[in-house]
């Protein structure tokens, strides 16, 4: 396998990982913890794919107190249990150590750093990245560009997410882009996001980054 790229990006949840079941599982366990029983499918999936204390505010909690009680139950319940219940995409594990050969490899999540890098040891794939960068635990600015701005030498690298968080963040450091459509981003979103590649399984995300 060859490759353009020095440097590739991916995004986690929805990318490299479904773990929707363990994110789902947290969400409803701390949503209900804080007396918030109807939760409709379609606003867990806009809760993911920023750090979960800015989504939560967003769409449920003005309140700041009840806003990190929230995302503290969900901590725990995603540490305990929501990691076991992941699982990497079928060819991701082979697509990472193909890639780990040629390239440099890193995580760019919304997710806290400490569990992106414990999900990444569950599945033994964590030693195949350069780095893996999310937010802070604390809370405090959150920016995917500007995790990616922390890697010099940007110039033949590419980001790939399945939200138009990702693609956004692409695009603000000048690098090219790659929309997957297996994840939990919609298609319409993707496609309005306007990234250089638009993926529908992992099978063409190795195509187009062996071009």
Not at 177 to 188: I, K, M, Q, R, W
Request: one cysteine or more; aromatic letters at 10%; hydrophobic letters at 35%.
């Amino acid at each position: 396998m060859t490759t353009k790229y020095d440097k590739i990006f991916f995004d986690l949840d929805g990318t490299l990982s479904d773990s929707y079941n363990g994110i789902e599982n947290g969400i409803r366990f701390a949503l209900n913890k804080t007396g918030i029983t109807e939760i409709p499918e379609k606003d867990i999936k806009k809760l993911i794919g920023s750090p979960l204390h800015e989504s939560l505010t967003k769409y449920y909690f003005n309140d700041k107190q009840k806003t990190w009680k929230a995302v503290e139950y969900f901590r725990d319940y995603y540490d305990n249990k929501g990691i076991n219940e992941s699982q990497l995409y079928p060819g991701i594990v082979d697509l990472l150590q193909e890639l780990s050969t040629i390239s440099q490899l890193y995580v760019i999540t919304a997710k806290p750093t400490l569990f992106a890098k414990k999900l990444l040891t569950y599945h033994n794939v964590a030693s195949l990245f350069t780095d893996i960068l999310g937010c802070q635990m604390e809370g405090g600015n959150f920016s995917k560009s500007g995790l990616i701005k922390q890697v010099p030498d940007l110039q033949y690298s590419i980001m790939i997410g399945d939200k138009p968080q990702d693609i956004a963040a692409g695009k603000d450091v000048g690098i090219e882009t790659g929309g997957v459509l297996y994840g939990y981003g919609t298609e319409e979103e993707i496609i309005d996001s306007a990234p250089d590649f638009i993926i529908n399984s992992v099978s063409e995300l190795k195509r187009i980054l062996s071009c």
